[in-house]
């Protein structure tokens, strides 16, 4: 085969899949953002309570996303085993777990939700609202979970295009039921937590019929099997695991810059919303890596792996530097349009160059974060992520304790993500990640 055509082939593949990924990622976000645009009208108080409400309930779903990163990895498995039957049986087991786990968030947190405000400090006056947009917003937990576990299944049968549509219209649901409730109808704080909920089990909804419309096409049993279940949990354990240490590496560096100043956590607020925004583009190409890898390493196509690993890493890198460059050119504009406060412009400036140097670095961990992920790797993510954020760690407190600012936080953060970088790339120049077949 004429290698220029075997690498426009995994070319339009991998952005076949990435780009409606990275479309259905940044509608995610939409949620919270058009909830905040239409409490924010309601006052201060209410504004804050879904503050901390979210957070809570972004905290309980990142910790989920397993459900999301091992099905699509599973299910993709199958189908390039040509398994079509067992790979929509495994992702009806991935949506049934996602069910139950959702089913124990509801009852434990439900007596816990003035606890959980408590923990995140809500004043007084906020917490009344916290608590009432987190009570009605747990009915809404196992639908997240299930549209996880969805994703995942359609991401694994090489189906980005069906997440995209049904993120946007999510999105537009959600809109229009906050402003019916809330400002047609007046029903505050709880009537936008209660169009969150709707939109949310409407979208799962829709990937459940999706799933059964599959299974009856395939002939796949729809009634939950414990050993499938088991195994989807326990191929789930790694990736839970991986995903604990990230949080501690995002809310350690939130309370670390907090406690330096008020204007290093403002700049550092905005300087990691930039980084966050890139990394939805970066992920795109690692949720590609995941169904790609997880259907190469299926069909026990060694060589085809290696070709498209190479290629994805090429694409993270060249979508690193480009990003990099991006900043260091907007650099001097992008402060003035966040905030008016000099020390803050100061601190955001010279954390946005360090922004730009690490974008190719990020490039490289996104993607073969993704790729490991869809070759089913979850012991070996977890130990090196754990390795990293205990390198992340004692770095960041040095930058509080020594007076290196947001500059030694974002050093920090460089060291981070270069441990990941030499564990992720030291793993995928080996062989051990690439287990072939149908089952890991």
């Known amino acids: 085969m004429n290698p220029r055509r075997l690498v426009t082939a ?8 990435a780009v409606p990924a990275f479309g259905a990622l940044v509608a995610e976000p939409l949620f919270l953002l058009s909830d905040s645009a239409i409490i924010g009208h309601l006052g201060t108080h209410q504004l804050g ?13 990142y910790l989920c996303v397993f459900l999301a990163y091992g099905t699509t990895a599973g299910v993709a498995r199958q189908v390039g085993a040509g398994d079509m039957r067992a790979a929509i049986r495994q992702g009806i087991d991935g949506m049934w777990l996602a069910l139950a786990i959702g089913a124990v968030i509801v009852a434990a947190a439900w007596w816990a939700v003035p606890g959980i405000v408590d923990a995140f400090g809500a004043s007084a006056d906020v917490a009344p609202y916290a608590e009432t947009y987190l009570r009605v917003s747990l009915f809404g937990i196992p639908s997240m979970l299930v549209v996880l576990a969805g994703t995942g299944v359609l991401r694994g049968l090489q189906d980005t295009r069906t997440p995209l549509l049904v993120s946007v219209g999510g999105f537009g649901s959600n809109l229009v039921l906050n402003v019916l409730f809330v400002i047609v109808l007046d029903w505050g704080i709880a009537g936008s937590a209660w169009g969150t909920v709707i939109a949310q089990t409407a979208s799962a909804a829709v990937y459940v019929a999706v799933v059964l419309r599959g299974a009856r096409r395939h002939g796949a049993p729809v009634r939950p099997d414990a050993a499938g279940v088991r195994t989807a949990a326990t191929a789930g354990v790694g990736l839970l695991l991986r995903t604990a240490a990230l949080r501690v590496v995002l809310i350690a560096g939130t309370s670390i ?3 330096m100043g008020d204007a290093e956590i403002a700049a550092y607020q905005v300087g990691f919303q930039v980084w966050t925004l890139l990394a939805f583009a970066l992920d795109a190409i690692a949720i590609a890596g995941q169904a790609i890898t997880g259907r190469y390493l299926g069909a026990s196509d060694v060589a085809g792996t290696r070709a498209v690993t190479r290629r994805m890493v090429w694409w993270g890198i060249v979508c690193g530097v480009l990003f990099g460059l991006l900043i260091l050119v907007a650099r001097p504009w992008l402060p003035a349009l966040f905030t008016g406060d000099g020390d803050v412009r100061d601190l955001l400036l010279a954390s946005l160059l360090l922004v730009a140097l690490l974008q190719p670095v990020a490039g490289v961990v996104f993607v073969l974060d993704g790729i490991l992920i869809g070759a089913g790797d979850g012991a070996y993510l977890a130990a090196t992520t754990l390795v990293a954020t205990l390198v992340f760690l004692p770095a960041a407190l040095a930058a509080y304790w020594t007076g290196a600012g947001l500059v030694g936080l974002w ?3 460089g ?3 270069g441990t990941r970088m030499l564990t992720l790339g030291l793993r995928a120049r080996g062989d051990r990640w690439m287990v072939t ?3 890991r």
Not at 10 to 17: K, N
């Open 10 to 17: 995994h070319d339009r593949e991998i952005l076949r899949l």
């Open 49 to 61: 309570g879904l503050g901390v409400a979210g957070q809570a309930l972004s905290t309980l779903v």
């Open 257 to 259: 810059a907090a406690r």
């Open 411 to 413: 050093i920090a953060i």
């Open 415 to 417: 060291l981070w993500m």
């Open 437 to 439: 077949g149908a089952v």
